[in-house]
Structures are given as structure tokens and as C-alpha cells.
């Protein structure tokens, strides 16, 4: 995370996450090398706002869109200043709405980012109080923590409030992206409201399993069974037949491949070769060979004169 300055404009570069990353649900999240970037800057009033890419439509809900009001809210958050008379607002998305890549967590993380940058105490606003408002907004830690902090994380709650572990990581991973959306509230009320003991401890197994695989690099195949999961996957397949049937044909076939987030992107540990299948899934979804991001929200300054 980047610690705030004062300026007039600042440009935050937000990544796009994968959470839970099969077993590690509502805990484990990766930050991806696919960001979008968004300016902010402070004016003498009135609010502007500009969109190029994912969510061109949502520039219409002014003080409603989701940047703007988690700006406000850091703001108020740190204190000590009015808010600013104007702002504006100028996003350029890459990362797929509604696909389980964390659009939501990268605009409240950029919101969050840019207050602290341009607040005059912003530098009061520490690393934790971040990573405590970011999950008020967004409900649970796993998203919002890569973004904030890049690598893989590891999220949980504790008497003190949501906290993370951070782990270098140096990985390939490939997503598939199809044309559909849906939304994190409906895939998360197709989730049953208790599991088997049996299921649970398997989960607990496989996810303590798929941080010594991906950190120690100790093989496609371990790495196969680390991402096998028991908790969501199956439950929400209902809602991405397509995304389900995507995950078992890459699994069969050997290749380490969950839902991403509460999908219905397909994530796979690697980059394809010729006998991957899915590589030529046809019309409906964007294949995109990505790293591991080892940054998280990134700040520096903007001249708003370079408009």
C-alpha cells in the first residue's frame, strides 16, 4: 500500500483480483496484472465524471457512483478538512464488471486510495484504517485485500477488525471471461447455510495445501488437488453452467482451474498449451494470460493541467 500525499490530482492504478481461488473461500485473494486507472481530481466545484471502457453508463449516477461516494466517505473518514469543493473523476476499466475479477473491490480500493492521496492529514490514514473501511464497504476482506496490498493475501477478521498476510508470489495464471454477468448477491445466496464436517475439514486441508503449492512451487499436480474445493464451486453452478463445465473439462485434462471469485470468469493456474481445453472455447469469452500482480494500488501524482 502507498502511503497519501497532498497534490492537486493523483492517477491510482487498481488491479484486478481472484478470491478464493477454489478452497480458500471468503480468505484467500490474488492480485492480477489487468488494472484500471483512475484520476481524481479536486476543483472549485460542481463534479465531472469520465468513463473509457467497463461501466461507460455508470458516469450518469453522478454522486451516486461508487468512486465518488467511497471518496467522500474516506475523506470524512480521516477528518479534519471540509470535503472538496468539486471533483473530478476520470476512469479508464479494464477489469470486467459483475465477472468475479473484483471490479467493486478496485473502484473502492482506487476510492480509498485517491482520498488518502489528496487529503491534507492523509498520511494519518494508516494502511489498516484502509483495509478496515474498504471491507465496511465491500462486506468481506478477500477482494479488497490484493488490491490493496498485490500478491497473495490472506484475509480474515479478528477482534481488532479484518486484517491480511501478504506472500510474494511469481505465477502465470489465465482466466476466461465470458460475455455473461452475475452478480456476487446471487451467487452467494445459492450457498446452503451449513456444510458437512466432512466437507469443511477437506476445505481447511486443501486451502493450507494451496499456500505451500503456490508459494513453494511443488507442482501441477499437488497444485490440482490444492485448488479442489467442497464449499461454493458445486453450489453455484446452477447460475454458470457454462463456467462449471469449463472448470471440470480443465480439471480432467490436468490443469489446476477454479471459479473465479463468485464468478462466472474460469481462472487457471498457468498459461495454456496446445493440449489445454478451453483454449478454443469459441464466441462468448476473452482469454486473458496474466501474472501475478506484486503491487497492489499504486498512487502518483497528476497535473490536472495535462488534461
Known amino acids: 500500500m502507498t502511503d497519501g500525499f497532498e497534490t492537486a490530482g493523483v492517477t491510482v492504478e487498481v488491479p484486478a483480483t481472484s478470491a478464493n481461488l477454489g478452497p480458500g473461500f471468503d480468505s484467500l485473494g490474488l492480485a492480477l496484472s ?5 484520476s481524481v481530481e479536486l476543483t472549485d466545484g460542481g463534479l ?3 468513463i473509457r471502457g467497463e461501466g461507460e453508463e455508470l458516469a450518469a449516477l453522478g454522486e451516486r457512483h461508487l468512486i465518488v461516494r467511497v471518496f467522500r466517505r ?6 479534519g478538512a471540509p470535503q472538496p469543493a468539486g471533483l473530478r473523476l476520470s476512469c479508464v476499466n479494464r477489469i470486467p464488471h459483475s465477472r468475479g475479477l473484483g471490479s467493486s473491490s478496485a473502484a473502492i480500493v482506487a476510492g480509498i486510495t485517491a482520498a488518502r492521496a489528496l487529503h491534507p492529514e492523509g498520511k494519518s490514514f494508516s494502511d489498516a484504517g484502509a483495509l478496515r473501511l474498504a471491507t465496511e464497504i465491500e462486506g468481506h476482506p478477500d477482494n479488497v485485500a490484493p488490491c490493496l496490498a498485490g500478491g497473495l493475501t490472506v484475509a480474515w477478521s479478528g477482534q481488532d477488525g479484518p486484517r491480511l498476510v501478504r506472500l510474494d508470489l511469481d505465477h502465470q495464471v489465465t482466466v476466461f471471461v465470458p460475455e455473461h454477468r452475475l452478480a456476487t448477491e446471487q451467487a452467494r445466496g445459492l450457498l446452503p447455510e451449513t ?3 466432512h466437507d469443511a475439514a477437506a476445505n481447511s486441508g486443501r486451502a493450507a495445501l494451496l499456500i505451500a503449492a503456490l508459494t513453494s512451487k511443488l507442482g501441477y499436480d499437488v497444485l490440482l488437488d490444492a485448488t479442489e474445493d467442497r464449499l461454493h464451486q458445486a453450489y453455484r453452478a446452477p447460475a454458470m453452467p457454462g463456467s462449471a463445465a469449463l472448470v471440470a473439462r480443465l480439471r480432467q485434462a490436468g490443469v489446476p482451474a477454479v471459479i473465479s471469485g463468485a464468478g462466472p470468469t474460469v481462472l487457471a ?6 493440449d489445454w481445453p478451453g483454449v478454443d472455447t469459441g464466441n462468448g469469452w476473452h482469454i486473458h494470460q496474466l501474472n501475478v500482480s506484486p503491487f497492489g494500488a499504486r498512487v502518483q ?6 488534461r
Request: proline residues 14%; without cysteine; charged residues 30%.
Open 301 to 306: 501524482p497528476r497535473d490536472p493541467r495535462t
Open 74 to 79: 474516506a475523506w470524512e473518514r480521516v477528518g
Open 269 to 274: 493456474f498457468g498459461w495454456p498449451s496446445p
Open 48 to 50: 465531472e465524471i469520465e
Open 34 to 38: 489487468l488494472f484500471d486507472e483512475v
Open 195 to 197: 456444510v458437512s464436517h
